[in-house]
Nanobody, 121 residues
Framework: VQIVESGGGMVQPGGSLRLSCAAS????????MGWVRQAPGKGPEWVIS????????YYLSSVKGRFTISRDNAQNTLSLHMNNLRPEDTALYYC???????????????RGQGTQVTVSS
């Protein structure tokens, strides 16, 4: 399993970023996927997930209406469009393969190395 994220960077509050994830080594189309983030000094936090058909499955309440997840099963890629970014969105963002759910919360075994998102004026 290989998962590689890209697209992070620094942006001012209110700005936008698009993260991408390229997956290989497994049958991408049969797995739900999602994005997890970890801010300095904090534990990992699920942000948003998508089912195999491209429907939102889980999202953090604070990103509703601002973040959009999408996938391309033909290209084995996952994207995260982030709008109206806030300083509290600053974190290392990981693309993850979902193995199941603990209640409403996704669980993962494989993730990428992450891409840094910094929101600051």
């Amino acid at each position: 399993v290989q998962i590689v994220e890209s697209g992070g960077g620094m942006v001012q509050p209110g700005g936008s970023l698009r993260l991408s994830c390229a997956a290989s080594g497994f049958i991408f189309s049969i797995y739900e996927m999602g994005w997890v983030r970890q801010a300095p000094g904090k534990g990992p936090e699920w942000v948003i997930s998508i089912d195999t058909e491209g429907n939102d499955r889980y999202y953090l309440s604070s990103v509703k209406g601002r973040f959009t997840i999408s996938r391309d099963n033909a290209q084995n890629t996952l994207s995260l469009h982030m709008n109206n970014l806030r300083p509290e969105d600053t974190a290392l963002y990981y693309c993850a393969r979902i193995e199941g759910y603990a209640g409403e919360i996704p669980e993962y075994e494989y993730r990428g190395q992450g891409t840094q998102v910094t929101v600051s004026s």
